[in-house]
């Protein structure tokens, strides 16, 4: 899995009642709905779909590391990529 360098030092480091917006890409289609349930299970949200398969999600810093040991991720990188 691919872990843009912001992403690590959130992972490794995660401020305090900090809130984050992730983009991650699923492996596969069905890595989506494990995906989906644990992004809910650490009290996070999906907040919109992409194209080519990834979403953004919303995330408090402090469950990044919990996302990032879920299977099927191909990438998680800062929504900041998109250029939003």
Avoid: K, N, Q
């Avoid at 810093?61 to 996302?67: F, I, K, M, P």
């Amino acid at each position: 899995m691919y872990l843009s360098h912001p992403v690590r030092r959130m992972r490794d480091d995660p401020l305090d009642d900090a809130v984050t917006e992730l983009r991650v890409e699923p492996a596969a289609d069905d890595a989506r709905a494990a995906l989906e349930t644990r992004v809910e299970s650490l009290g996070g949200s999906i907040e919109r779909e992409l194209r080519f398969g990834g979403v953004v999600v919303s995330l408090a810093e402090s469950a990044v590391s919990d996302l990032c040991e879920l299977d099927g991720i191909e990438r998680i990188e800062t929504a900041d990529t998109l250029g939003y």
